[in-house]
């Protein structure tokens, strides 16, 4: 009988680690994470240049959890109204952004990346525009991959209307 009992408090002790450990997120390497990081990054900023709203989408956080805030405008709170923002200014004609990946803090489930964006218009009111703008974005990692959650533009300098 004891030798019973001991084979079932094993048996059961065996079930409850495997069933714990089916709930963890699969562990990843610094590198590894920094690399999925820095791909996500990218993901968004390509998909801002290329104004594609598809791609764009697919860097959002699937909870829809999102803060845009933009100079001299009101907070957007959630994908959806971050989505809505960016698809009608897809729709302006004839401007490109450059972007730059300033700096990057990666943590295990937030991290923040730091940008430089050179917004450019051929034309607005009868001459060349631009627009120098520093946008910080926050990510925030589920199931292992990174969403953004934040972007933070501030405009640093500009051309005069």
Request: net charge positive; aromatic share 10%; proline share 2%.
């Given at each position: 009988m004891k030798k019973y009992i001991n084979y079932?408090?094993?048996?059961?002790?065996?079930?409850?680690?495997?069933?714990?450990?089916?709930?963890?997120?699969?562990?990843?390497?610094?590198?590894?994470?920094?690399?999925?990081?820095?791909?996500?990054?990218l993901k968004h900023l390509n998909a801002v240049t290329a104004k594609d709203s598809n791609a764009l989408k697919s860097t959002m956080s699937p909870n829809g959890n999102m803060e845009l805030i933009q100079p001299s405008s009101e907070i957007l709170y959630s994908v959806d109204?971050?989505?809505?923002?960016?698809?009608?200014?897809?729709?302006?004609?004839?401007?490109?952004?450059?972007?730059?990946?300033?700096?990057?803090?990666?943590?295990?489930?937030?991290?923040v990346a730091t940008t430089e964006f050179l917004y450019k218009e051929p034309e607005r009111n009868g001459k060349p525009y631009f627009n120098r703008l520093i946008v910080s974005y926050t990510l925030e990692k589920i199931n292992n991959n990174w969403y953004i959650i934040k972007d933070h533009a501030s405009s640093i300098e500009k051309t005069k209307n």
């Open positions: 079932k408090l094993i048996l059961v002790s065996l079930l409850i680690i495997g069933f714990s450990s089916c709930n963890k997120e699969k562990e990843t390497s610094k590198e590894q994470n920094e690399e999925l990081f820095k791909s996500a990054i109204g971050f989505m809505k923002f960016h698809q009608d200014w897809f729709k302006v004609p004839n401007w490109t952004v450059d972007t730059k990946i300033l700096s990057t803090d990666i943590g295990n489930k937030i991290g």
